[in-house]
């Protein structure tokens, strides 16, 4: 209705209107996802502060009157105009360690959840679509990835390389990518069963072809919807890992790092402490919600409310 | 279902060698065990080299690994190379260890089992009710927080609980660093009071995140056999709603939540190496931060030896435990 009131308000004829008067502008899928998305309140919400939060983490910085290395102030101030959150043991700014650890772990977690989302995608896709041995093969390698505990192998190998951030996703990414190769498996499995991908093939297409032109764009809900995880999933990981001390090191650091600095403070200067965990939980939090929005923008049919 | 577990026990076999093979190279590859010595003044060449040669250092890596690998199997573990750890043998630490991470995991997980099914029943049967709205958040906030906080946070609540004791002129009742050393006492009352106030607090802050995951499964698939057909048919026969939830629908909704701790067993033990890390348990944990600082390869290699096979008898555990519950999977 909106366009044919449209084209009469430009000047074109009734009977140009008549013609019109039903035409609905075609949407196309990814606007309607995205619409869906914007009506999910909790998960607009949810970006909202995960945005603001990575933007403060990286602009506020510039305007503290410290850096994030000075230690000229001395030790475990307590909270102050100068020093919103104290300082730590070294002297520290607790808010200027905070903000440097939430970039860090951000980094680390976007960074691991887009590479292992691009390979265990590969891997997954591939392998279901191919099936037989290679798959035999792929989901053998899947399994032997799988039976030593995630946090260990990586803090053998963090410690063995530098503890510096990219090195700690590098590996957390190398030992992250089983989940989605099994969950993209299972959905290449069926749409390769599909018409459409017969019809692809009948055309002479190649694997790399029906990989990328059919099977990943038909799969790009679930993998979204994964990947978002795994990045609170990394988050998690990350600080988990720092917290043993096998994780990023200085000169680099991390919320888990600084977490691990100040829990023995949680009594006394309980700002040491709170604040990281906020952080981590905040960047958590928002993620899954991210993700449940995404799940239901992309899958109407499995939204909360009952069919 | 015997042929199922043959096949799937063959198949088992060879992931465990082929990975234990990459893991030892992994492992191997990681470090210098000689480091600390080659740096120390006054020892010689020659002893470093006796030493490698002692250590197998200076043979190819099948070698070394076959010699590490009937030395497994036949229950000779090796021994630490770590200074400081005076020779210790592997099967000791590694044995010991592994019993104080089962203690604590094993009562921390069956309470959150418990616990979980529990309350995802009560959710799936009054969705949408303020309770089930209530423990959606708590689950979604537990599943977000970082294990090494929750357990600081118990910890030191522990801590001010027994801060409070004290005030009130009553002994300390919770442990906060490590189980205690004298053992637990020797009458009934001593035992009850010394083993509650050891395992309580990392038994809470293990729970956490176990209890969230149950509690969501259990609820999820509760919601999806209190939809399905068998339950109406139940409902229109004229049974009690008791009985419809309870004999009807729960006992097919438990089945994907017994297969979930088998397959969750490689997460627990790495939320077992942060508890342990925070209330000073010499478990598993504390074995792995430990030979990984001091680079000790034996017993890297007896851990990892270890929880891989203990992954791999929970994967097949599990999938076992699916085919016996649920007769509409058929093995084979």
């Known amino acids: ?307 | 279902m015997f042929q199922y577990l043959i096949r799937r026990l063959l198949i088992s076999i060879p992931i465990l060698l082929i990975g234990s093979f990459l893991v030892f190279i992994l492992v191997a590859s990681a470090g210098d065990p000689l480091a600390a010595l080659r740096t120390k003044p006054g020892v010689t060449a020659a002893q470093i080299h006796s030493l490698s040669v002692q250590l197998g250092l200076d043979q190819p890596i099948f070698i070394r690994y076959w010699n590490w690998l009937t030395g497994f199997l036949t229950g000779n573990w090796g021994t630490s190379v770590a200074l400081g750890e005076a020779q210790a043998p592997v099967y000791d630490t590694i044995t010991n260890a592994l019993w104080v991470t089962l203690r604590l995991v094993i009562g921390a997980e069956l309470l959150a089992l418990v616990l979980g099914v529990a309350v995802g029943v009560f959710s799936a049967v009054r969705q949408y009710s303020i309770f089930d709205y209530i423990m959606t958040s708590v689950a979604f906030l537990m599943f977000s927080m970082p294990i090494a906080c929750v357990a600081v946070v118990v910890k030191n609540y522990g801590i001010q609980f027994n801060d409070l004791l004290v005030s009130l002129h009553l002994h300390r009742w919770l442990q906060t660093a490590g189980p205690p050393a004298t053992g637990f006492g020797n009458n009934l009352g001593q035992v009850i009071v010394n083993y509650s106030g050891t395992f309580l607090l990392p038994t809470i802050s293990l729970m956490t995140i176990s209890f969230a995951a149950y509690s969501r499964f259990q609820r999820a698939s509760m919601l999806e056999t209190l939809n399905a057909d068998y339950v109406r048919t139940a409902r229109a026969k004229g049974l009690s709603q008791a009985r419809v939830i309870f004999r009807h629908a729960m006992r097919n909704a438990l089945i994907p939540v017994s297969t979930l701790f088998a397959l969750n067993i490689g997460a627990i033990i790495g939320g077992a190496i942060i508890t342990e890390r925070v209330f000073g348990w010499n478990g598993m944990g504390t074995v792995l931060v430990k030979s990984v600082g001091n680079y000790d390869p034996p017993t890297l290699m007896g851990w990892f030896a270890v929880t891989a096979t203990v992954v791999v008898a929970f994967n097949l555990i599990s999938d076992l435990l699916y085919g016996l519950l649920d007769p509409r999977i058929r093995l084979g």
């Open chain 1, 1 to 307: 209705m909106a366009n044919a009131t449209q084209t009469t308000a430009d000047g074109g004829s009734a009977a140009d209107a008549v013609r019109h008067e039903f035409d609905a502008k075609a949407r196309s899928q990814t606007s309607i996802i995205l619409g869906r998305f914007v009506r999910h309140r909790l998960a607009m919400v949810s970006l909202g502060v995960l945005v603001l939060l990575a933007l403060v983490a990286i602009i506020v910085p510039f305007f503290l009157p410290y850096n994030f290395a000075d230690t000229s102030s001395g030790g475990y101030l307590t909270p102050s105009a100068r020093h919103l959150l104290g300082t730590d043991q070294l002297g520290r700014d607790g808010l200027a360690q905070l903000l440097r650890g939430t970039q860090f772990s951000l980094a680390i977690a976007f960074s691991v959840a887009i590479s292992s989302t691009v390979v265990g995608v590969l891997v997954g896709a591939v392998a279901g679509y191919l099936r037989g041995f290679v798959d035999n093969s792929l989901m053998r390698l899947v399994d032997l990835f799988l039976i030593v505990p995630q946090i260990a192998v990586v803090a053998l190998l963090v410690h063995a390389l530098t503890p510096s951030w990219y090195v700690v996703a590098g590996v957390l990414a190398i030992f992250s990518w089983m989940q989605i190769a099994r969950i993209t498996r299972g959905e290449a499995l069926s749409l390769a069963a599909r018409e459409f991908v017969e019809a692809s093939r009948a055309a002479g297409a190649g694997t790399w072809h029906i990989v990328f032109k059919h099977l990943i764009p038909n799969m790009i809900g679930t993998i979204t919807v994964n990947a978002t995880l795994s990045v609170s999933a990394a988050v998690l990981t990350e600080a988990a890992l720092s917290f043993i001390g096998l994780g990023v090191q200085l000169p680099d650091t991390s919320l888990g790092l600084i977490v691990q600095d100040n829990y023995t403070q949680v009594l006394l200067r309980p700002w040491l402490f709170w604040g990281p965990f906020l952080a981590i939980v905040l960047i958590s939090v928002t993620i899954s919600f991210i993700g449940d929005g995404l799940r239901d923008a992309f899958d109407p049919r499995q939204t909360k409310v009952r069919a």
